[in-house]
T-cell receptor, first 115, second 114 residues
Framework: GAGVSQSPSNKVTEKGKDVELRCDPI?????LYWYRQSLGQGLEFLIY????????KSGLPSDRFSAERTGGSVSTLTIQRTQQEDSAVYLC?????????????FGQGTRLTVV | AQSVTQLGSHVSVSEGALVLLRCNYS??????LFWYVQYPNQGLQLLLK??????LVKGINGFEAEFKKSETSFHLTKPSAHMSDAAEYFC????????????FGKGTRLHILP
């Protein structure tokens, strides 16, 4: 596709359930990022992929959060045993990487609500 | 240590007045610098970026920013604010002595007063 695609756009889940959030980056983009945006909290870095590997997982809030990327393309962010504090907009972005001096392009996000 | 700092979580300016949003970075090596804008209920889009070359960069919607190495700053300006500029603005950096990670500031919400 022409842009970064995220699905679902909205997700309401019950506390304790697992959720999977999907990101389809722009074709050919080697770098992929996940961020979390909560009201008044700015953009919180979660994890970054270069190809299929994740050089930096430092932003994952707890071991309930995990992410993978396959084929250097699609990425899935999984949250296990969701808690109410996980409610936020989860944003995915992709880029060609800094060596080409390019910016990240963002998807529209997945709004997660844990009830 | 915070790699990018935006001064002021909220800034209010009158329509027609100068817009100045501040961004400072922490790095011994000049990074790549970006400003993104997020309009209400929309995704983030790039306003402008600095990688190399001219330190004054122009972006969309009349915005510009100047990279000042001596001040480790990349402030965003617009000579005359418009109501449509009301949005949240994020400064971001890529630290070239590390990896591809893009680090964002906490954002500044710009309010335009009629």
């Amino acid at each position: 596709g022409a842009g970064v695609s995220q699905s679902p756009s909205n997700k309401v889940t019950e506390k304790g359930k697992d959720v999977e959030l999907r990101c389809d980056p722009i074709s050919g983009h080697t770098a992929l990022y996940w961020y979390r945006q909560s009201l008044g909290q700015g953009l919180e870095f979660l994890i970054y992929f270069q190809g299929n590997s994740a050089p930096d997982k430092s932003g994952l809030p707890s071991d309930r959060f995990s992410a993978e990327r396959t084929g250097g393309s699609v990425s899935t962010l999984t949250i296990q045993r969701t808690q109410q504090e996980d409610s936020a907009v989860y944003l995915c972005a992709s880029s060609l990487g800094y060596r080409r001096g390019t910016e990240a392009f963002f998807g529209q996000g997945t709004r997660l609500t844990v009830v | 240590a915070q790699s990018v700092t935006q001064l002021g979580s909220h800034v209010s300016v009158s329509e027609g007045a100068l817009v100045l949003l501040r961004c400072n970075y922490s790095s011994s090596v000049p990074p790549y610098l970006f400003w993104y804008v997020q309009y209400p209920n929309q995704g983030l889009q790039l306003l402008l970026k600095y990688t190399t070359g001219a330190t004054l960069v122009k972006g969309i919607n009349g915005f510009e920013a100047e990279f000042k190495k001596s001040e480790t700053s990349f402030h965003l300006t617009k000579p005359s604010a418009h109501m449509s500029d009301a949005a949240e603005y994020f400064c971001a950096v890529i630290l070239l002595n590390r990896d591809d990670k893009i680090i964002f500031g906490k954002g500044t919400r710009l309010h335009i007063l009629p």
